[in-house]
């Protein structure tokens, strides 16, 4: 799209979107026919992309990285490129289920474990009555199981694909294989599922407008003590980013 406006944060592209614009873009990406890579992104991912070559190139040639992570919205701010809303996966995966229902969309849940796809359906379906629900499927990432998974899709035919296989198997899985699935926007969303079905909890309101959501899932899940260092080394490298910018004024 020609009329994106984008912040880069360590050489990766976050499109300066609310709600509205990116349910906006992803339903012009439904309606022209062809098929779109849709990334929420947040620091991890960013510094996944500083050592993972290809990871890099996917985030960089995606059609919508939406800034889902507080650190995002720091990070611009202090670069000087302010982005004017968090959108997160979670949040954008439910009002695109409400705008599917509104619009006629069908969507496709892949991934998570067993179950909790075809119990994050459910609970979009009791949400939203009118919801087409094209199916779920579990499946993995592997190379070897994705023509059968490919195949399932494409049976159904959806609009919409939701893949929750994590950062970052789900955004390559889509990569190798967004040119051969016959929907017009497909989404990588982590733990998304967990939560609508009910399966992990979601942080409090007030925890998520002070953008500490990831000491709420730390206490939740100590295991991911080791993924968050990742978010200390992105302030130092956006510190220096910025120290750079100031530098070449």
């Known amino acids: ?130 919801l087409r629900i094209a199916g779920t499927y579990v499946g993995s990432p592997a190379p070897e199981e994705e023509d059968q998974i490919v195949a399932r899709i494409q049976d159904v035919d959806p609009d919409l694909l939701f893949v929750a296989y994590g950062a970052p198997r789900q955004e390559k899985w889509i990569a190798r294989n967004l040119a051969r699935l016959s929907v017009g926007v497909a989404i990588g969303v982590g733990g998304t599922f967990d939560f609508i079905s009910g399966e992990a909890s979601r942080a409090p309101a007030w925890v998520q407008r002070l953008g500490m959501e990831w000491l709420h899932r730390l206490a939740h899940q100590p295991w991911r003590w080791r993924r968050m260092l990742a978010l200390p080394r992105f302030g130092l490298l956006v510190l220096r980013q910025r120290f750079r910018q100031e530098t070449l004024r």
């Open 1 to 130: 799209m020609t009329d994106r406006t984008q912040v880069s944060i360590l050489g990766i592209p976050i499109d300066d979107v609310t709600y509205d614009e990116a349910l906006a873009r992803i339903a012009k990406f439904v309606s022209n026919g062809r098929p779109h890579q849709v990334v929420t992104v947040n620091p991890e991912f960013i510094m996944t992309a500083q050592d993972d070559l290809d990871f890099r190139q996917i985030l960089r040639h995606t059609h919508l990285n939406l800034p889902d992570g507080q650190g995002l919205i720091w990070a611009a701010q202090l670069l000087g490129a302010p982005l004017r809303e968090r959108v997160t996966g979670v949040d954008t995966v439910v009002r695109l289920a409400e705008l599917s229902s509104q619009e006629g969309y069908s969507i496709f849940l892949l991934g998570a474990a067993d179950g909790v796809a075809a119990a994050a359906a459910q609970q979009l379906q009791n949400r939203f009555p009118e």
